[in-house]
């Protein structure tokens, strides 16, 4: 989801919720979370929300993202 593959993509949500399908390998990731608690101010989910959905395809699949 965060660049390796043109074919992927996926959708943030406010709250922290997140997809990302990779339709070459036949993967889906689905990451539910709660950014708002306790605070709206979390910058730091924007970059760990892509990160953690390349890992998971990556470690599901066996290849590099």
Known sequence: MGGGRNQSFG?????GTSIGIDPIRELEVIFLS?????TRDNPAIKAFRP??????????????E
């Open 11 to 15: 959708h943030l949500g406010f709250t």
């Open 51 to 64: 990160k953690l959905h390349d890992l998971i395809i990556q470690e599901i699949s066996g290849q590099p």
């Open 34 to 38: 709660n950014r708002v608690h306790p």
